[in-house]
């Protein structure tokens, strides 16, 4: 198995958005002194803002069963990925994927976690009481169930007003009038709004003119003799001050003239909280504020958001293609040791945070939106029936996140399972390279010398060590073998290093060239792989991920059959290669359900407007509810 490495493939993406932007410096919330409220800030007008886009890729049909041909078919695709542009819609097409955009929670969630949705807007018969239904209930780790009290508390803090939340992590009073609001679960998740206000937040734009400085200076110079004297003495007018009998004539005749009054020169200036445009922003930002978002929605459930730490890569056959993964949703464990050394269960829910903002040309944008009349402020997009044929930025946004899903389904189904390294029993992970027969100069450059201790290696006394001559003219054998101890002091006999080196000899290169062994490990040490939540009566695994663009989220579902994964990591290395007539296989009769990825989004909610953080969170704690269950509890 070998790792695909393209040029740019789907993980970096396009050109990342350089961290340092130019603005107001960005404050730390837990500074003793309070920071500067720039809504009252008179300063220069930033860019103009990002205008909102969202890609609106449509339902496909599904027409291709899975089988050897399809996979050598997907494999070649995957290979010939030298930069983001060549993905196409052909991609979409091979791995059957059906979309359907802009799905309710009451939809998208499995049925038995539906009851745990809120009602937005109570009927006249009052809010039903949940907390009856989960009083007695334990999670799958233990746990009481979350009851309605914690979840009102989360809602009570996110329905506060933007401008009164803000002000509370600044420091600053609150306005005239208004209270100061309590934030306690969501503080974190506060924070990193009020950075990415800076960048996206409209709401508090001023756009005024004033006069301008420069201009008014002048022209009252010229108006003010006495201003333009106290520059400098003038030798012509002290003369006249002197002498009352001198006349000048030009003055006389500028007197009996009129003085006009010029127009007053003025300039644009701005009061507000953005400092550069939206597409400037960096990712951390948004990556912060929405990894803070689902974390208050699964503390409550002994669940933590956690980083991946090897690189995230998709098993397709043998390439390993490399997917973007920004966060994972794991599970803490019942047994005190796991999870004080961090190991978490799962994964259950991922989270992708992506910085694109464009994802289609100035001029077809403008004109879906002449036709099309996207929502911005609720991120729905209506008449999307009329929607024209989607562009390729459309299309790799749609793969990265099904490549991300994959990644998930991929890595619950190790539950049970053993990790097979690459090349694990394969000759050349257990066999020395080129017949391994003693003897040679590898060997011979990496022998120890016997006349000088370990850990030391006779050096022309004329070459210093950091000389760059010295560096090229030796092997790498002939390189200094030893590292300076860690206590200090040098000399000393002890060790039986000599010459003052107490530290192991370092291993050369031609040393670590000679070591047979498997690829590197794909598996996290701090993941307990498990199927957590997955549906027991289902042979679907339901995969959920939060998407992130702008600053908005939307959650995905899409249920993935074990077939499907099989066929997906059946190896293609001894197939032959495809044919140039294999290249596009002629469409075959429909495949099974099995065969096909039913991908459902839900709209996208605004984390700057309160009704729709409220309406989030409703939906992502019934999803919690629902794979934290345990089994045998009816909920």
Known sequence: MYTLKPKMHLETGLVSQSPFVQGT??????????????????????????????????PNEATRPLNQRTHRHLSRLLIDIKKPQDVSEEYIRTLNVQAERDVPFSDLLPEQSRQFLHPLQP????????????????????????????????????????????????????????????????????????????????????????????????????????????????????EDA????????????????????????????????RTARGSDMPEEQRDEAVRRFVEIIAWPY?????????????AVGSLLFPVRHSFYVGRSPQAYDAARKGILEGPLVGLQCRGETRFRPATAAAAASASAQPDQSKGKIENAAETPQPHQPEVLDLIREIGAMLLFAQERAREGTTETRPGEGQWYTTVPRWGGGPGGEVEASSAPNTDTPVGEEKRPPAEPESSPTTTSSRGPA??????????????????GGGGGSGGPRRMTMAEKWKIIQPGPSGWDRKVTYKKVGKDERSEFDDIFLVSSLNHHISL?????????????ASPSSSSPPPSPEESAPPPPPPPPPQHRLNLQRTRWFDL??????????????????YLMRREGNSI
């Open 123 to 238: 009927d006249a018969s009052g809010k039903p009481d949940l907390s009856a239904s989960v009083k007695d209930l334990t999670t799958s780790n233990g746990h009481p169930m979350p009851d309605e009290e914690r979840f009102e508390a989360i809602k009570k803090e996110l329905l506060n007003d933007n401008d009164d939340a803000f002000r509370e992590i600044c420091r600053l009073s609150p306005r005239s009038g208004r209270e100061k609001p309590r934030l306690a679960q969501t503080r974190r998740f506060w924070t990193g709004l009020e950075r990415m206000s800076q960048f996206w937040d409209t709401s508090a734009d001023q756009f005024y003119e004033v006069p301008d400085e420069i201009t008014t200076q002048n022209k009252d110079t010229q108006s003010d003799p006495a201003k333009s004297e106290s520059k400098g003495p003038n030798p012509e007018k002290s």
């Open 302 to 314: 002994h669940c933590q958001v956690n980083t991946p730490n090897v690189p995230p890569r998709l």
């Open 556 to 568: 995905l579902r899409l249920p993935v059959h074990p077939d499907y994964l099989a066929w997906l």
């Open 608 to 625: 700057f407007d309160k009704d729709d953080r409220v309406e989030a969170l409703n939906g992502l704690w019934a999803l919690m509810a």
């Open 478 to 495: 002939e390189r200094p073998l030893h590292k300076k101890p860690r206590g200090g002091g040098g000399g000393g006999g002890g060790g």
């Open 242 to 273: 002197t002498n009352p009998t001198s006349t000048d004539p030009k003055s006389e005749d500028a007197m009996d003239v009129e003085p006009t009054s010029s127009p007053v020169r003025t300039r644009l200036v701005y009061k507000g909280r």
């Open 25 to 58: 410096p960005r404050h730390d919330s837990n500074a003793s002194s309070p920071a500067e409220d720039l809504t009252e800030k008179e300063r220069a007008p930033p860019p103009e803002p990002t205008p909102l886009d969202f890609p609106r890729y449509g």
